[in-house]
């Protein structure tokens, strides 16, 4: 069974760094991108950057390039997506996701990660 | 980079419905494009990848059409179970998700 499980929950202060977790199991980690998702209160679904495990190519939407880095351990088959100096504007929900090779489609998605930040 | 632009944003129908929901792109994307339904506090589900294809185990009640810029999602006969969020995702160098549509039960 494929199972892409994610880190808990986080509270944390203004300019604190962060690094949230991944997990996939039940398929070649390697195979397939992992994606990260944004969602901010009552907001809609924002793309952040994918990771193609197998070789460490990374992309980034151009919204989010400079201020999120995203990696990877393939040999835990965990994605990592992580901040340097959180805002309080980074409260959000974020979700990982499969992307099939072909399509782009995201057929298999982590529970998400509640991201909390508040001074 | 490429836009998209879904609508409606909102929109109101009876249980029996048919509802019909656009997505526009602002340049040709083939059939890269993909259909997504989020319930609240919950992850988004794939729906529809390629335009139109329909993913395993979803209802035939859903369908999507389609291809080059203009796209559309269809929901044949409105259930209570569809009470959602739905997006459209194009992929070209990188995925980007239209704005949204919620749907609401009248």
């Known amino acids: 069974e494929v199972q892409l499980v994610q880190s808990g929950a986080e509270v944390k202060k203004p300019g604190e760094s962060l690094k949230i977790s991944c997990k996939g199991s039940g398929y070649s980690f390697t195979s397939y991108w992992i994606g990260w998702v944004r969602q901010m209160p009552g907001k809609g679904l924002e793309w952040m950057g994918i990771?193609?495990?197998?070789?460490?190519?990374?992309r980034y939407s151009p919204s989010f390039q400079g201020q999120v880095t995203i990696s990877a351990d393939k040999s835990i088959s965990t994605a990592y997506l992580q901040w340097s100096s959180l805002k309080a504007s980074d409260t959000a929900m974020y979700y990982c996701?499969?992307?099939?090779?072909?399509?782009?489609?995201?057929?298999?998605w982590g529970q998400g990660t509640l991201v909390t930040v508040s001074s | 980079d490429i836009q998209m632009t879904q609508s409606p944003s909102s929109l109101s129908a009876s249980v029996g419905d048919r509802v019909t929901i656009t997505c526009q792109a602002s340049?040709?994307?083939?059939?890269?494009l993909n259909w997504y339904q989020q319930k609240p506090g919950k992850a988004p589900k794939l729906l529809i990848y390629?335009?139109?294809n329909l993913e395993t185990g979803v209802p035939s009640r859903f369908s999507g059409s389609g291809s080059g810029t203009d796209f559309t999602f269809t929901i044949s006969s409105l259930q209570p179970e569809d009470i959602a969020t739905y997006y459209c995702?194009?992929?070209?160098?990188?995925?980007?998700f239209g704005g949204g549509t919620k749907v609401e039960i009248k």
């Open positions: 990771i193609y495990p197998g070789d460490s190519d990374t």
């Open positions: 996701a499969r992307l099939r090779a072909e399509s782009y489609a995201a057929d298999y």
């Open positions: 995702q194009q992929y070209d160098n990188l995925p980007l």
């Open positions: 390629d335009a139109s």
């Open positions: 340049q040709d994307i083939s059939n890269y």
